[in-house]
Structure formats: C-alpha cells, structure tokens
C-alpha cells in the first residue's frame, strides 16, 4: 500500500512554455501533498504544501505564480511550471502524507524536466 | 531559524560500520527522519526517531538527542548497494497547526571493496 505515481516521469520542453506534472496517491486519500525540487547533488528543496481544497502554502523564495499548483482532490495534485527557462530545469518530487498518518510522507518517483 | 546539517561526503569500507551525523536547529520540531536516495530516483523512508533514543532495525540503527538537536544514521556491515546519499529530514510543524518536512544538505556515502 501506500503508492504514489508522478506523469511524467520525464519532460522536454522549450523555454517559455509551461508544464504539467501530476502527483496522485493511488490507494490512499492524502488530504497533504508535497512538492520538492532536487537540483544535481544537491538535497531536496521544499517548494510547495498542497492542501486539498484550500491554496498551497509555497516556501520563502518559490514563486507561486511561476509554480502554479492545484490540489483538487484527495488523490490529486498538480504542479504546472508556466513559462519554463532553463534555470528551472530540476527533479521534481512529490508526496503524499494520509490523514492518519502522523509522520509518514510517501514519494513519487519524481519527474526530470529539461527546458532547452 | 532553520538549519539541519549533515556531512557532504564520506568514504567506507565494504563490511565495516559507518555513521552519518545530522544536526539541527528548528522551532516545531515533531520527528526525525532517515532516507536514503539513489541517484535519480525518489528517497525510500530508513528510519523514524519522535523520541530519544535509539531505533534499530536490521542492519540500521538511528539516534535522536532531542536536548542537543543531534541524531546519527547507524549503518552495519557496508553493502556495495549502500553507496547512496543519505536524508536527515526534520518534522517541523508550523504556527498555523500544519507541518512541513525540512531536508538536511544530504551525505553522500561511497562503499568501497
């Protein structure tokens, strides 16, 4: 139990345009959703606190009309990067955190953009 | 504010026993993780510390020190496949009730024969 899928798993696209990546919990309801950015070597980098039904809570820093992200079901969330540059192109990781769960977070496999 | 820290790099011996050291310094602070990440894939959950002490399992150990922000990864009898990085993630829970979970700089573990 306890997966969580990430579309796609990898992505090419050209600057300037945008780029969905969905996170879905596939066997639990997760009411928090998660989204990090891991550049190479380095650790991942909170960006977002998706919260079902309410706004995300995005982190110092991260710019919330650049990384739109929608949270519109218990088995959903989306994380959109609008007018991608170069300079965004990461790992993107999600989780999932059940709602009875106190502590536990499962990951996505992550997704890998390249903006050329 | 809030600071976890971890060393970036270290060197080991296949068989041998290895210790990743994690400080931190957070203002909610609600539970200690492990994970360890291959390379280009996500992190897989190792260990949970809430309270002091020490939590074994298998070949892993993990020890929090709440009083001194301090908790180590404790890895016996080094695999090959053990060459990996290695996440100290704090459970910091906000003003507003909810949490968030803060990542450490991550330790990059090398296993040689």
Not at chain 1, 10 to 17: D, H, R
Not at chain 2, 42 to 54: H, I, R
Not at chain 2, 81 to 105: E, H, N, Q
Request: proline share 3%.
């Amino acid at each position: 139990g306890a997966v969580v899928s990430q579309h796609p798993s990898w992505v090419i696209c050209k600057s300037g345009t945008s780029v969905k990546i969905e996170c879905r919990s596939l066997d639990f309801q997760a009411t928090t959703m998660f989204w990090y950015r891991q550049f190479p070597k380095q650790s991942l980098m909170l960006m977002a606190t998706s919260n079902e039904g309410s706004k995300a809570t995005y982190e110092q820093g991260v710019e919330k009309d650049k990384f739109l992200i929608n949270h519109a079901s218990l088995t959903l969330s989306t994380l959109t990067v609008t007018s991608a540059h170069p300079e965004d192109s990461s790992f993107y990781i999600c989780s999932a955190s059940p709602p009875d769960y106190t502590y536990e977070q499962y990951f996505g496999p992550g997704t890998r953009l390249t903006v050329t | 504010g809030q600071n976890i820290d971890q060393p970036t790099e270290m060197t080991a011996t296949e068989g041998a026993i290895v210790q990743i050291n994690c400080t931190y310094q957070t203002s909610g602070f609600n539970g200690l993780f492990w994970y360890q990440q291959h390379a280009g894939e996500a992190p897989t959950f190792l260990s949970y510390n809430v309270l002091d002490g020490l939590e074994e399992k298998g070949r892993f150990s993990s020890f929090l020190s709440r009083s001194k922000g301090y908790s180590y990864l404790l890895l016996k009898e080094l695999q090959m496949k053990d060459s990996a990085s290695y996440l100290c993630a704090v459970k910091d829970t906000r003003a507003s009730g909810t949490y968030k979970y803060i990542f450490g700089t991550g330790t990059r573990l090398k296993v040689l024969a």
